[in-house]
Nanobody, 118 residues
């Protein structure tokens, strides 16, 4: 499994960005795909997930502003981020989780920096 995140950058508050995660070796129908973020000095937190059935879940802090989606033909997961705030500044990581009997496997991409200036 390989995950390649891209699309980060420096933007102003209120702007939009779209992150992409190119996934290889991943079955979207079997894996839960997710975006996490980690700000300096803080733990890595879940931002959004999408499971094999297409069900989506979001952190309260991004509901109504961020949208996770996937394109199975392109093996890519996206995170559309609108109305960005300075508190959204973090390194964003793509994650793929395969749940099996007795546990799960987690795969991580390398992260992409998002910086939102006020």
């Amino acid at each position: 499994v390989q995950l390649q995140a891209s699309g980060g950058g420096l933007v102003q508050a209120g702007d939009s960005l779209r992150l992409s995660c190119a996934a290889s070796g991943v079955n979207f129908r079997r894996n839960v795909m997710a975006w996490y973020r980690q700000a300096p000095g803080k733990q890595r937190d879940m931002v959004a997930t999408i499971n094999g059935s297409g069900f989506k879940n979001y952190a309260d802090s991004v509901k109504g502003r961020f949208t996770i989606s996937r394109d199975s033909a392109k093996n890519t997961v996206y995170l559309q981020m609108n109305s960005l705030k300075p508190e959204d500044t973090a390194v964003y990581y793509c994650n793929s989780r395969r749940v099996v009997v007795g546990g799960s496997y987690d795969y991580w991409g390398q992260g992409t920096q998002v910086t939102v200036s006020s």
